[in-house]
């Protein structure tokens, strides 16, 4: 993901902070994704929680994988072929 989507993701992932519970992680990606399909267009995934694990396809250049707080945050466009991914949570510092 470039620099400056990630700095946006990284602010949007702030702001939802700022707007719900901690512990509503549904409605901290749901807000992260809307932000997200607004200004980068539609397709947007965002999976938040203190641990997960995940395996998905994402379109090149838009996937970005961090922890804010206690929380963890994957954010990314679907794309239906090319870079499978998987991540687990608890190898994130």
Same mark, same amino acid.
């Given at each position: 993901m470039p620099a400056r989507m990630q700095a946006a993701a990284t602010s949007a992932a702030s702001r939802a902070l700022d707007l719900f519970d901690v512990d509503d992680c549904r409605a /901290?990606?749901?807000h992260i994704k809307t932000e997200f399909d607004r200004r980068y267009g539609v397709g947007w995934q965002c999976v938040v929680g203190a641990?997960?694990?995940?395996f998905f396809t994402h379109s090149s250049?838009?996937? /970005?994988y961090?922890? @804010?707080?206690? @929380?963890t945050f994957l954010l990314f466009k679907a794309?239906?072929?090319?870079?499978?991914?998987s991540c687990d949570s608890s190898a994130v510092s």
């Amino acid at each position: 993901m470039p620099a400056r989507m990630q700095a946006a993701a990284t602010s949007a992932a702030s702001r939802a902070l700022d707007l719900f519970d901690v512990d509503d992680c549904r409605a /901290i990606a749901g807000h992260i994704k809307t932000e997200f399909d607004r200004r980068y267009g539609v397709g947007w995934q965002c999976v938040v929680g203190a641990s997960f694990g995940c395996f998905f396809t994402h379109s090149s250049g838009t996937f /970005i994988y961090f922890s @804010l707080e206690r @929380l963890t945050f994957l954010l990314f466009k679907a794309a239906p072929v090319a870079f499978a991914t998987s991540c687990d949570s608890s190898a994130v510092s």
